[in-house]
């Protein structure tokens, strides 16, 4: 088993918040945090920053997002009509690197039918491959009766939904004393929640076209459901549910959680996606190889995972 000599690696999880938007990622940081957050705020709005491991042959493509977290206030909330100039802009910039950079929609995915007439604008008017939404609202998650218009209008369209992890409360607090690992334990389980969620309430069977992508943050409760589907969950098929609607990517790049995921879902469901550029803002190339060949990918499954599951899904060669 080799690396194949040249991978086509398309970072399925990409953040870019234009400048022209006010970052609000660093308020109420520990002071131990701010340089950090300085630091990773300045890559958000540089354009040239999103475009370097392109530019130097380290990846063949982006599927960014700008996620309205970035630009929130202390309460989460954004100002009226953000969303839409988000994915106006979104589109302009995609725009700027044409088969390079593939933009999707950012959407309030609990608000109703509005969140599902902005994903028809945003896909039939500008264009955008898919949509990205945070997994959770409250108490809320992706099998609230506020997210199916979202969620009906991505799958009437052919196109994927992001569920990206949010900070969910009380958990974030409880699990603070554990430091950062604590907070990528408590986004995690959120973001493995929503997916357990539209499992057990019977979205998946309801949406047979929907497909939802994670981050490998949630691969433990996915995991979960892989192992215990079948004598604990309500839908008795659950695994072949998760492999039918259900993608994750590969932040992090350890070896063992790709090839977990890959054992779990199939081969066919697993991105290449950094969390660029919080969780890796270097060039990638080389260690997406290594980490490919670790997992015990051959050829043909290195290719899948690096570029080829992300081109299918976002149908990028139509």
């Known amino acids: ?13 990409t953040h870019h918040v234009p400048p022209s938007w006010t970052l609000t990622t660093a308020a109420g940081r520990p002071p131990q945090q701010q340089a950090l957050w300085e630091r990773i705020n300045r890559k958000l709005n540089d354009f040239s920053a999103l475009m370097e491991a392109i530019e130097v042959g ?39 690197r044409p088969g390079k950079l593939h933009p999707l929609a950012s959407v309030d995915a609990f608000s109703g039918d509005a969140a599902g007439d902005e994903v028809h604008r945003a896909i039939r008017g500008l264009g955008l491959r898919g949509v990205f939404v945070n997994c ?7 099998d609230a009766p506020q997210a199916r218009p979202m969620l009906a209008a991505a799958a009437s ?39 357990i969620a539209l499992l057990e309430s019977g979205t998946l069977e309801a949406l047979p076209d929907l497909r939802v992508v994670v981050t490998n943050l949630a691969l433990g409760g996915v995991l979960t459901v892989g192992g215990f589907g079948e004598e604990f969950s309500s839908r008795k098929d659950a695994l072949r549910l998760l492999r039918r609607h259900v993608f994750i990517d590969t932040m992090g790049f350890h070896p063992v959680l790709i090839r977990a995921a890959v054992d779990l879902l199939g081969v066919e469901n697993v991105l290449v996606g950094s969390d660029w550029p919080i969780a890796n803002d270097g060039l990638i190339a080389e260690r ?31």
């Open 1 to 13: 088993m080799s690396v194949p000599h040249s991978l086509d690696i398309i970072d399925f999880h």
């Open 58 to 96: 380290d990846l063949a493509g982006r599927v960014i997002n700008i996620p309205t977290a970035m630009i929130a206030d202390s309460d989460g909330n954004v100002p009226d009509g953000t969303v839409e100039r988000i994915n106006d802009q979104v589109a302009e910039v995609a725009a700027r």
């Open 136 to 142: 959770a609202k409250g108490d809320m998650l992706l």
């Open 157 to 195: 369209l052919g196109v994927p939904v992001f569920a990206h992890p949010i900070y969910p409360q009380p958990l974030t607090r409880q699990l603070s004393g554990c430091g950062r690992l604590g907070t990528f334990l408590a986004r995690g389980t959120i973001n493995a929640a929503s997916v």
């Open 288 to 318: 997406v190889r290594c980490a490919l060949l670790d997992a015990g990918l051959d050829d043909a499954g290195q290719r899948l995972v690096a570029g080829g599951n992300a081109r299918r899904l976002l149908r990028l060669d139509r």
